[in-house]
């Protein structure tokens, strides 16, 4: 799907439980500004419902369950997140919204950049009608 993809991440296993490293321009591929994360999400709740101008992201579910939409400017794909050794990669020109949170669940996302409300398009025409990949298959 364009813009996006799963990125698989290192495990190592020994008898105590599992280690997940993740190395900024190696195992993700930009140098990471900002992280921030999502948990105490109430059920049933929603989020995201935007895109964003050049920011990239990797989403990664440190615990629980979280599926999200994704819309591009020609497809539609629902992905579930369950793998903490599992991120989603989500770059610019892309809407997601983030939804069915199992309780307890906590969701990491790496960023390219500082968070700068500019970047975003948080209304879905606005997001259809400024795609820059728009009309292209
Ligand atoms: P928002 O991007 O709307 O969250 P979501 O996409 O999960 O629905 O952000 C919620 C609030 O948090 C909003 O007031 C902006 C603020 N915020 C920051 O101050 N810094 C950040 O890095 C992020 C992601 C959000």
Redesign the pocket.
């Known amino acids: 799907m364009y813009n996006t993809g799963i990125i698989r991440f290192k495990q190592y296993k020994d008898g105590s439980g599992n280690l997940t490293p993740i190395e900024a321009e190696s195992d993700i591929p930009f140098a990471i500004k900002?992280i921030?994360y999502?948990y105490d999400v109430v059920p049933d709740a929603t989020?995201?419902?935007?895109s964003h101008k050049k920011l990239h992201q990797v989403l990664i579910p440190l615990n629980g369950s979280i599926t999200v939409r994704l819309i591009t400017h020609i497809e539609e794909k629902n992905i579930v997140l369950n793998s903490p050794h599992e991120g989603l990669y989500i770059g610019p020109h892309v809407w997601r919204e983030?939804y069915d949170f199992s309780p307890g669940s906590v969701l990491l996302v790496l960023?390219s950049d500082f968070?700068d409300e500019a970047d975003y398009i948080r209304d879905f025409n606005s997001f259809l009608e400024t795609n820059p990949f728009r009309g292209q298959v």
């Not at 989020?47 to 935007?50: A, L, T």
């Open positions: 900002r921030y999502i989020r995201g419902y935007h983030m960023a968070y």
